[in-house]
């Protein structure tokens, strides 16, 4: 397709926003919903934009995630919903690994008048909000920093983590996909998302509502693996049927 004046300026938005709703489209265009989601499905059948439920995207990659930058801006004031509901869930003196994503670290700033507890992360953005926490003790994982995000991933990060047993492992993702699959990009970093998981007596999952039905090369593990999954809006279908019948429980932050 040939985009006419409002779909490039549209498509423009879009692409510096990363992610956006119709309706914020429709208010900053001056257009109707009905408008705006015409516009939308003719770039989508083009491939210049995806789809996900209320909202547009940049093409989704398989392969490759979007810059750590633009993802600390994507969905904020959701993310914070999310994480105020984890925080108030988590226990004071209770152990939790706190992994990758810019939703743990919005977690990691709920937690920072938590008292009693141990907290293990190989994100070192999340160890230096902690670290403002004197109540909360502070262990760091040690392996390859990716300079991007400042992610700690790779087989050391795995062994280390091997050491321990902790209550709540908090796992951030990209993807997840009809098939129940919860996925993401590096496969370093998934293998440190799998060894998480199986150190964790409970497992929950953080995941803003752009990530269902988003695709990402590598599996990180199965709905059927965790105990509850934390999000900022209703999930589209299959997903929570697909949650009930994996005995997740979801919960949605108002």
């Not at 549209?10 to 489209?25: C, H, K, N, Q, W």
């Not at 914070?80 to 690994?97: D, E, M, V």
């Not at 070192?124 to 995000?149: F, K, Q, T, W, Y």
Request: hydrophobic share 45%; net charge neutral.
């Amino acid at each position: 397709m040939v985009p006419n004046l409002r779909q490039t300026e549209l498509l423009a938005e879009v692409r510096a926003r990363g992610s956006i709703s119709v309706e914020a489209l429709a208010e900053k265009f001056g257009v109707t919903l009905q408008t705006v989601r015409r516009d939308v499905q003719r770039m989508a059948e083009a491939g210049l934009v995806a789809r996900f439920h209320g909202g547009v995207r940049v093409p989704a990659s398989t392969t490759e995630n979007i810059a750590y930058r633009q993802r600390q801006a994507l969905h904020a004031e959701g993310k914070a919903r999310i994480a105020r509901a984890i925080a108030q869930r988590i226990p004071a003196g209770c152990s939790l690994i706190l992994n990758l994503g810019t939703t743990t670290e919005a977690v990691a700033r709920e937690l920072l008048k938590h008292q009693g507890l141990r907290v293990i992360t190989n994100n070192l953005n999340v160890a230096m909000i902690l670290a403002d926490n004197p109540d909360c003790e502070l262990v760091m994982v040690g392996g390859v920093v990716r300079s991007r995000d400042r992610g700690v991933i790779g087989e050391a990060a795995v062994d280390f983590i091997r050491q321990f047993k902790v209550d709540i492992g908090l796992v951030g993702i990209s993807g997840i996909e009809e098939d129940g699959s919860l996925r993401d990009f590096d496969y370093r970093e998934v293998m440190v998302a799998r060894t998480i998981i199986e150190h964790s007596r409970e497992v929950w999952v953080a995941s803003d509502h752009s990530k269902f039905k988003r695709p990402a090369m590598a599996e990180v593990a199965r709905l059927a693996q965790i105990d509850a999954l934390f999000t900022d809006a209703q999930p589209p279908e299959p997903f929570p049927s697909l949650m009930r019948d994996a005995g997740v429980e979801l919960v949605v932050a108002d």
